[in-house]
Nanobody, 115 residues
Framework: VQLVESGGGLVQPGGSLRLSCAAS????????LSWYRQAPGRERELVAT????????DYAGSVKGRFTISRDNGRNMVYLQMNSLKPEDTAVYYC?????????WGQGTQVTVSS
């Protein structure tokens, strides 16, 4: 089982980034997918979630209207489009796949929002 995030980096406030997460080794289309983030000294927090067929999404209040989660079950990919980035969005971003008691995590990708 593998989840590999990419697309992080340094961006100025107001900018955009698109994170990607490539999955392999499990039945991707049957899993709920989420993005989490963890800033230094803070607990990991849920950012966005998408259902198995992508017909419903949910977002943390702090990112609603700025971030968009999507998935491609044919390519075993999940994405997080992040617009209007703020310094407080700086964190390591993780993708997670969950189904019943199974729970898989990627290694994370750093996003830094700074001028």
């Amino acid at each position: 089982v593998q989840l590999v995030e990419s697309g992080g980096g340094l961006v100025q406030p107001g900018g955009s980034l698109r994170l990607s997460c490539a999955a392999s080794g499990f039945g991707f289309s049957g899993y709920l997918l989420s993005w989490y983030r963890q800033a230094p000294g803070r607990e990991r927090e849920l950012v966005a979630t998408i259902t198995t067929v992508g017909d419903s999404t949910d977002y943390a209040g702090s990112v609603k209207g700025r971030f968009t989660i999507s998935r491609d079950n044919g390519r075993n990919m999940v994405y997080l489009q992040m617009n209007s980035l703020k310094p407080e969005d700086t964190a390591v971003y993780y993708c997670q796949a969950a189904r019943r008691l199974l729970n898989y995590w990627g290694q994370g990708t750093q996003v830094t929002v700074s001028s």
